[in-house]
């Protein structure tokens, strides 16, 4: 059975750290590209950062550059992304996608963000 599992969302206040998790299972993770996604209250979901089956590729969105890191570690089957600097516009749900070559994806449950005084 293929699972992702979201952790680490959680309220925190402007300028404030958190370090989302994502766990997979039932699938060969290693082959798998991995991204974060978020949708916030009326708007589309959007991509927030993607990164290689090696690691030795990531991308981000305009709008979290210099704030967030994708890493994983194939050895875990866990994807993470450490959101710095944060602010109340990252207030979204965040999702963790895996993504194939061959187009075969999946997704997981989603974490809530907020950043909020």
């Known amino acids: 059975q293929v699972q992702l599992v979201e952790s680490g969302g959680g309220l925190v206040q402007p300028g404030g750290s958190l370090r989302l998790s994502c766990a997979a299972s039932g699938f060969t993770f290693s082959r798998y590209a991995m991204r974060w996604y978020r949708q916030a209250p009326g708007k589309e979901r959007e991509l927030v950062a993607a990164i290689s089956t090696t690691t030795s590729s990531t991308n981000y969105a305009d709008s979290v550059k210099g704030r967030f890191t994708i890493s994983r570690d194939n050895a875990k089957n866990t994807v993470y992304l450490q959101m710095n600097s944060l602010k109340p516009e990252d207030t979204a749900v965040y999702y963790c996608?895996?993504?194939?070559?061959?187009?075969?994806?999946?997704w997981g449950q989603g974490t809530q963000v907020t950043v909020s005084s």
């Open positions: 996608n895996a993504i194939h070559v061959h187009g075969e994806a999946y």
